[in-house]
């Protein structure tokens, strides 16, 4: 006999315990299956702990090239023994309080893989780990996965031990002598960073010209700069072929190149992962291996939403949280849609860099006329005591025409904190005019957008 609830949530990430929670807020009862851990990717082998394999690394750095700052040590080095450990309380402390959380609102949890039957009497049956549940509303918030291409070597590498992707790296348990990174996206460029100032010798392999995918060019040129003074070397242009054992061969303009290296991160991307869900049993729409949806996160099933990764938009947690409250409103009749076009992007290396809105790019290829203004990081008091020597930037772009900010980036010390107030003046449309009022407290870095604005 099924046990009926009011919404059933299938994943328990960020968009999962998200829903899962706001809906048992609202006073809807609520079963949520996860499959393997609660918080998902994010919180368990994604941005959390790498966060804290980053910390480390900038506490190392800074320690390390301390003298300036009147700061010295002997004897310095970074156990990455310790550094595991510290990831894995760090995840269990977060862990533990997501799973409070749904307690609290009075969730029931159902730890085991789900699989949709079906329609049933009452709405839609899942099942899983021997339980059944029937609720008339599904939200679907299964994740994502990492892209393991069909290169020649790397299925025999992943399974070998020496080829990782972004899940086996965050326990690998000695810090390789070497570590070909294919891939200079957002994952490529903090596990360098890490690797790198551990003592790893690093190559990052990007098919592009570019570091950085869609980050502006000045930041991922600075963002590369700054990589490279930490160690880092960049093959660009350069489409890896095959893997072996001692490393990857990679086509550059046509002519084979050999990078040896004793492990291979593989960061080329994820993908929705909706196999296993059986969505064709209730007919969910699935294009490009996404599950489809609309402003609302609704599948083309009355009844049926789709939030995070696995609907495919803008694959990032903080997305995904924003897609589970638009969802869970429209289940309880709360007006509110989704909006794309304000969602922030961050990469945690150290410097920090972050965009939201249009890059110049991005602009151009829509046709938008936009002015420019670009300052140095050095215009903020605050960064120029913490930052020796360095090259951050600002740069926003404004339609004159509708007198407001489209787009934001920037590199250096907090970018991700400072993005939110450009996130915010570009979210909501506010006028240049009303943000060039607004009061930022001093000193700090994220004056540079008040200062940028009034370049
Ligand atoms: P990505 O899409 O950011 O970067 C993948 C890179 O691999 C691209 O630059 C692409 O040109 C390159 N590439 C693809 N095939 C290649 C080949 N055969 N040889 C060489 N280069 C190749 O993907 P990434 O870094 O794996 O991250 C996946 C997702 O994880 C992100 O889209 C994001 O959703 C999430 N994430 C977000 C973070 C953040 O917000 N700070 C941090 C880590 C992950």
Redesign the pocket.
């Known amino acids: 006999m099924a046990d009926t609830y009011d919404l059933i949530v299938i994943g328990g990430g960020p968009a999962g315990y998200l829903a899962a929670e706001r809906a048992g807020e609202a006073g809807l009862s609520v079963a949520l299956f996860e499959k393997r851990a609660l918080g998902g990717v994010c919180l368990n082998e994604?941005?959390i702990p790498?966060k804290t394999f980053l910390n480390s690394a900038k506490i190392y750095a800074h320690a390390l090239h301390g003298e300036a700052y009147g700061v010295s040590a002997d004897g310095l080095r970074l156990d990455h023994a310790a550094v595991l450990k510290r990831k894995a309380d760090v995840v269990a402390k977060l862990v533990g309080g997501v799973t409070y959380t749904l307690k609290e609102k009075k969730v029931t949890v159902i730890e085991a893989e789900a699989r949709i039957e079906g329609k049933a009497e009452g709405g839609f049956a899942v099942s899983g780990g021997g339980a059944e549940a029937v609720a008339p509303k599904l939200i679907i918030a299964a994740g994502?996965k990492?892209?393991v291409?069909p290169?020649p070597g790397v299925a025999e590498g992943v399974e070998a031990g020496y080829v990782y992707t972004?899940r086996e790296i965050l326990d690998i348990g000695h810090v390789p002598e070497s570590l070909i990174i294919?891939?200079?996206?957002?994952?490529?460029?903090?596990m360098a960073d890490y690797f790198a100032v551990a003592g790893a010798k690093v190559t990052v392999?990007?098919?592009?010209d570019k570091?950085?995918?869609p980050f502006d060019r000045d930041i991922s040129q600075i963002l590369k700069k700054n990589l490279e003074a930490k160690g880092v070397a960049f093959l660009l242009g350069?489409?890896?072929?095959a893997v072996s054992k001692g490393g990857v061969k990679?086509e550059v303009n046509g002519e084979a190149v050999d990078v040896p290296g004793e492990a291979v991160l593989l960061?080329?991307?994820?993908r929705p992962a909706p196999e296993g869900l059986s969505l064709e049993k209730i007919g969910v729409l699935v294009e490009n291996g996404a599950v489809v949806t609309g402003t609302h996160l609704q599948t083309n099933v009355p009844g049926v939403y789709a939030a995070g990764?696995i609907n495919g938009k803008?694959?990032?947690?903080h997305t995904a949280y924003r897609e589970a409250e638009v969802a869970v409103n429209h289940i309880i009749g709360k007006p509110d849609d989704m909006k794309y076009d304000a969602i922030p992007?961050?990469?945690?290396t150290q410097p920090e860099a972050a965009y939201v809105g249009e890059t110049e790019e991005t602009a151009a290829a829509k046709g938008l006329r936009v002015t420019v203004k670009k300052l140095p990081m050095m215009y903020s008091g605050r960064y120029v005591a913490e930052n020796d020597g360095g090259d951050g930037i600002c740069k926003l772009l404004i339609d004159d025409s509708a007198g407001r900010i489209v787009g934001a980036g920037l590199i250096g010390g907090y970018a991700s904190e400072t993005i939110l107030s450009a996130t915010a003046l570009i979210g909501l449309g506010i006028p240049i005019e009303s943000a060039k009022r607004i009061v930022f407290p001093h000193p700090t870095v994220g004056e540079i957008i008040r200062e940028t604005l009034f370049s």
Do not use: F
Not at 238 to 241: G, S
Not at 267 to 270: A, F, T
């Open positions: 994604g941005c790498t994502s990492p892209i291409p290169i972004s294919v891939g200079g996206g957002v994952i490529g460029l903090e392999v990007e098919m592009l570091i950085a995918g350069a489409k890896v072929t990679a960061s080329i991307g994820r990764d803008i694959m990032l947690a992007s961050v990469i945690y």
